[in-house]
């Protein structure tokens, strides 16, 4: 069984940083192509960010220059980085493999940006 729990959400003011971690529980399980996705209220979750076992990354037009996703395979653990954080970027992230495997969600980790 494969459990993935993210963590380091939080509020922060617009222009702010938060950095989000993603760590993988399962015996045998191990990232594929690892991805961070978000759902903002009334929206549909969305792939933001995504890298390989070999480090190639891919982001979403919307955060590029901002967000900066990283892995430590030896962990099983893949973060997020965010910074110069704006209102809309206001949601629930989650982490996932890429495409999203449905018996993998988590819980999420709530991040708001407002002041």
């Known amino acids: 069984q494969v459990q993935l729990a993210e963590s380091g959400g939080g509020l922060v003011q617009p222009g702010g940083s938060l950095t989000l971690s993603c760590a993988a529980f399962?015996?045998?399980?191990?990232?594929?192509?690892a991805g961070w996705y978000r759902q903002a209220p009334g929206k549909q979750r969305e792939l933001v960010a995504r890298?390989?076992?070999?480090?190639?990354?891919n982001y979403a037009d919307s955060v590029e220059g901002r967000f900066t996703i990283s892995r430590d395979n030896a962990k099983n653990t893949v973060y997020l980085q965010m910074s110069s954080l704006k209102p809309e970027d206001t949601a629930v992230y989650f982490c996932?493999?890429?495409?999203?495997?449905?018996?993998?969600w988590g819980r999420g980790t709530q991040v708001t940006v407002s002041s």
């Open positions: 996932n493999e890429v495409p999203w495997v449905y018996e993998y």
């Open positions: 399962g015996s045998s399980f191990r990232f594929s192509i």
């Open positions: 890298i390989t076992r070999g480090g190639n990354t």
